[in-house]
């Protein structure tokens, strides 16, 4: 049984900082492109920042220079780094794991990241 626990969400004010990480339960982690997703109520989920197997990023234009991925492959385990946050980063946000070989995919249970003004 595949499972992404996420953690490290919570209340926060407008400029300030929070990593969330995320566990996965998996074989082969290493293999796996690992991505942070966003949703807000009504909306469609979206892309945040992504990490490949090989170790290459993308980033959400929203977010770039202040959102940092990086994964532990040692500990089975993506962060993201989230500095200068604003009001508008609110939202509950998912893991995501995805190994386009097999056409696997994996999600979390989500965290909320609330960011006060």
């Known amino acids: 049984q595949v499972q992404l626990v996420e953690s490290g969400g919570g209340v926060v004010q407008d400029g300030g900082s929070l990593r969330l990480s995320c566990a996965a339960s998996v074989i082969g982690f290493s293999l796996y492109d690992m991505g942070w997703y966003r949703q807000t109520p009504g909306n469609q989920r979206e892309s945040v920042a992504i990490i490949r197997s090989a170790g290459d990023t993308n980033y959400a234009d929203s977010v770039k220079g202040r959102f940092t991925i990086s994964r532990d492959n040692a500990k089975n385990t993506v962060y993201l780094q989230m500095n200068s946050l604003k009001p508008e980063d609110t939202a509950v946000y998912y893991c995501?794991?995805?190994?386009?070989?097999?056409?696997?995919?994996?999600w979390g249970q989500g965290t909320q990241v609330t960011v006060s003004s």
């Open positions: 995501n794991a995805y190994w386009s070989r097999r056409g696997f995919e994996y």
